[in-house]
């Protein structure tokens, strides 16, 4: 089965930056993609980024486009996402994710799901 677990959160403050890990260590998919999604307080789950594990193709929310960036690394089955220029607004939960049939743009048509990490961005 996959088994996620994420990394990296914490607190920073405004237009400072962190980098999240999610390492599977269960099971994996030939043409899987992982990803991140986010749930700040009071708002709605929402998709954030994800990337194609066999050719590293990627895809991201408009709200983080140009301040992050999603990596792979195959060989830890491991994923990254940079945060860059972080806003007030990033603050959330952050939430690793996996879909075995590639990526997946909403938080309802994830397959599998991290515990996530809190990311608070102060002001």
């Known amino acids: 089965q996959v088994q996620l677990v994420e990394s990296g959160g914490g607190l920073v403050q405004a237009g400072g930056s962190l980098r999240l890990s999610c390492a599977n260590s269960g099971r994996t998919f030939p043409n899987a993609a992982m990803g991140w999604c986010r749930q700040a307080p009071g708002k709605e789950r929402e998709f954030v980024a994800a990337?194609?594990?066999?050719?590293?193709?990627?895809y991201y929310t408009d709200s983080v486009k140009g301040r992050f960036t999603i990596s792979r690394d195959n060989a830890k089955n491991t994923v990254y996402l940079q945060m860059n220029s972080l806003k007030a607004e990033d603050t959330a939960v952050y939430y690793c994710?996996?879909?075995?049939?590639?990526?997946?743009?909403?938080?309802?048509?994830?397959?599998?799901w991290g515990q996530g990490t809190q990311v608070t961005v102060s002001s």
């Open positions: 990337i194609t594990l066999s050719d590293g193709s990627a």
């Open positions: 994710v996996y879909n075995r049939r590639g990526i997946a743009t909403t938080p309802r048509s994830q397959d599998y």
